[in-house]
């Protein structure tokens, strides 16, 4: 049922009223599964995957369009691999999942030098590309690379230019000012 709202929701048909452009930075398990969930809203006019791998991110994009008629939803996704940033230019918001996960042992600190690498080349191509963006940060360690996406970028340090986002819910997170 192509042009209604995500399973079936009460909002009725969105023709027309896509909107914007969202990049998702990092085509790995959050960034896919997060480009496909954005997709599914139904609300903006365009998603881009993209990833420092050639291939990957332009074949999940390749999934989720073919899923469009069933789910319902008529978002385009665009994947684009190699860590190539053009056709996220202009983005509204990016979300930046890039980087290295947790493996048993590790804690998220022992990711910091190897994610702020890559946290900082993917802020100077997001500042250069999509300079207006509303920039989502992922990648861990979270508080750091949100800090780090901060100065890299420039953006501004009022209002939410740079957002971190926590994916546990915060009623099973601790009550501390990291929280
Ligand atoms: N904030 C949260 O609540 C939360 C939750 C889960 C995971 N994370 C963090 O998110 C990050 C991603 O996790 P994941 O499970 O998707 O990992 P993943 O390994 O599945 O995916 C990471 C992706 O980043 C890509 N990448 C690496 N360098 C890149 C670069 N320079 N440019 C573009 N893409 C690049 C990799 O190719 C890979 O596809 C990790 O740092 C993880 O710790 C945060």
Do not use: H
């Not at 452009?21 to 903006?44: M, P």
């Not at 983005?91 to 980087?99: H, P």
């Not at 940060?137 to 230019?161: K, Y």
């Amino acid at each position: 049922m192509a042009g209604t709202g995500p399973q079936g929701s009460p909002e009725g048909p969105r023709q027309g009223s896509r909107q914007g452009k969202v990049s998702v930075v990092g085509a790995g398990f959050y960034g896919s599964t997060t480009a496909q969930r954005l997709a599914e809203y139904d609300i903006f006019e365009t998603v881009v995957l993209t990833d420092i791998v050639e291939g990957k991110p332009e074949g999940l994009a390749l999934d989720i369009n073919q899923s469009r008629a069933i789910e319902g939803f008529e978002t385009e996704v665009v994947g684009v691999g190699g860590g190539e940033y053009g056709p996220t230019a202009g983005s509204d918001i990016v979300v930046v999942t890039a980087g290295l996960p947790r493996k048993p042992g590790m804690s998220r600190m022992d990711l910091i030098e190897t994610n702020a690498k890559i946290v900082r080349e993917v802020s100077e191509n997001v500042t250069r590309t999509s300079p207006d963006a509303v920039v989502i940060v992922v990648s861990n360690p979270l508080d750091e690379m949100t800090a780090l996406t901060q100065l890299a970028t420039g953006f501004p340090a009022s209002g939410s230019w740079v957002r971190p986002a926590c994916s546990t819910p915060p009623a099973s997170r601790p009550l501390s000012p990291q929280s």
